[in-house]
Structures are given as C-alpha cells and as structure tokens.
C-alpha cells in the first residue's frame, strides 16, 4: 500500500482483514513504519505491506519513514496505490508516481481511488490521478465499505503468484509484537487529542508489559515529546488530556488482549529526537 499521507491506506489494510493492526487517526503521517497484516484463506495467502505517507524528507525521521516505503517497494509482487478522490492530485502524489515509474511492467499497479462516496467529481478526480502515471488499472472504493475492500481483496488474490506460505495459517493478523501495539495504540490516541505540531513531535515506547498474578496486564509506555513547553500540553490540567489518551488507549487494549489493563503513562522530554538519528535507533525506529 503506497500514497501520499492521510489517503486511508491503513483503513484499507484494517478492513481487507477485518481487525485493526494499523493505527489511524485524522492526523497525516500516523503511520511511520511499514506494518504487516495477513490474510490466510484456504490455500491461499496475501501479506499487505502497509506504508507511511509519502512526504518531502525535513529530518531524520521522515528519512526513515520513506526509506521505509522503498524497501517495502523492492520486495512486493503488486501495488496498491492509493489516492483520495476529494481532491486533485498534489506535489505528494507526483512524487508517488515517479517512484512508481521503474517499477511499471514489472509488478501489477493498481490506481485506487479512495473516499468515492465523498468526492464531488471522482470520476474527473481519477483520471487526472491516471495522467500521473498512464497505463494502470484503476478501482473507485471507500476503504470503508466492507463489500468495495473484499472485492478489492480478492482481485490482488487472483494477481498474486503462487509461492509458500510466508506466515503459518494460525499465525496473527498483524506481524506487530504486543509491546509495539500498545505503543501505537497510545501514539494513535495522543494524535487524535493533539493539536499544531505536537502530535508529529511525540513518541511512544513500550518500557513494561507483564501479566501479573491477578490476571491483569501492567503495560507502561513512555511518550517522548520534544520541548519542555510541550508536556504541560500533553498533560493538561489537572492530567485531564493524558488520562483521556490512557482511558481511550486503554480500551483498545483490552479488546486486543481480552485480559483487563492497568496502563500507566509516563511524560518524558527527549530533545530533538525527529532530527537525530540514534534516537530514532533507541525509540524503534531502525
């Protein structure tokens, strides 16, 4: 799945598996690092490679983020590129395109034009995406709709070649470990509350997830934020934002888990960690 920020390529990997394993938000860039969800039906597996937006690098964050999406290009046997049909194409989606180009005639490319059913002119929308990159089929969808994602699905099954299984049939539907879902989950519902720069300046990291004697999961994520002007933002007053993010964070969990969660959250200042790129190794991405 590739496309520039806030096109729906999470949503669409959520609904084609029917479980979430990516995190979504209203927020550009919530995704950072590419994420793997598997769909195994019968004798037949597909793997979705969910990527972040495609973006002009501005620091070392960003950096990894589309190297992120050129790796996860050099490995795939079919594209999914997404676009949103409420708006004609962008700088962002141009450069999609161009990364595209080379790899035309070598995997199938699929133009997917998503949130159809909230574009004025999709129709007009889609070809001027078409123009960027000519020859490719194309689908209107809403990642939304359960019926526009199967249908979806079962196409790129018919366009994959055959091969071993990549994951064993009982395998999860999501390659994420625990530890680095409840980092996102937390990461995602800070986002959602967070206004301005804050929310791409934050960081989470899993620093404890135990079952204890009582049956109950302790799971503490850290949230890395960059100034120390930004805590005090995070926290709200009286803590009132940061219980909000626990409580919504929380819920999540414990449909994940099936187990009750005592979350704890803990506000650390970490300077500059977007721009440097040992921090970047110590918060997991690398």
């Known amino acids: 799945m590739v496309g520039k920020p806030n096109v729906g390529k999470s949503t669409l990997v959520n609904t084609m598996l029917g479980v979430k394993i990516a995190p979504i938000s209203p927020k550009p860039q919530t995704t950072r690092k590419r994420v793997r969800g598997i769909h195994t039906e019968g004798n037949r597996q597909i793997v979705f490679v969910d990527t972040p937006g495609w973006h002009e690098a501005a620091d070392?964050?960003?950096?990894?983020?589309?190297?992120?999406?050129t790796e996860a290009l050099a490995e795939v046997n079919l594209v999914l590129w997404l676009v949103d049909l409420r708006h004609p194409p962008t700088h962002e989606d141009e450069l999609v395109a161009r990364a595209l180009r080379p790899l035309k005639g070598q995997v199938p490319i699929i133009l997917v034009g998503n949130k159809a059913d909230a574009a004025k002119y999709p129709e007009a929308a889609m070809q001027a995406y078409a123009e960027l990159?000519?020859?490719?089929?194309?689908?209107?969808?809403?990642?939304?709709?359960?019926?526009?994602?199967?249908?979806?699905r079962d196409e790129v099954l018919a366009l994959l070649p055959e091969g071993p299984f990549f994951f064993p049939e009982d395998y999860a539907k999501g390659d994420q470990t625990p530890e680095e879902w409840a980092a996102e989950i937390v990461r995602e519902e800070a986002m959602k509350r967070l206004k301005e720069e804050i929310p791409y300046s934050i960081a989470t990291k899993t620093e404890a997830f135990e079952l204890r004697d009582n049956g109950t999961f302790y799971i503490q994520v850290n949230i890395y934020v960059e100034r120390?002007?930004?805590?005090?933002?995070?926290?709200?007053?009286?803590?009132?934002?940061?219980?909000?993010?626990?409580?919504?964070?929380?819920?999540?969990l414990e449909v994940f888990l099936a187990r009750k969660v005592y979350l704890d959250l803990q506000v650390k200042v970490y300077p500059n960690w977007r721009k440097d790129p040992e921090a970047l190794r110590e918060l997991g991405y690398h």
């Open 60 to 69: 070392a964050l960003s950096e990894y983020m589309i190297r992120q999406i």
């Open 228 to 252: 120390e002007n930004h805590k005090p933002i995070l926290i709200g007053a009286g803590g009132r934002k940061l219980k909000e993010i626990g409580a919504a964070a929380r819920k999540q």
């Open 133 to 152: 990159l000519p020859g490719l089929e194309s689908r209107m969808i809403s990642a939304q709709n359960e019926r526009d994602a199967k249908a979806l």
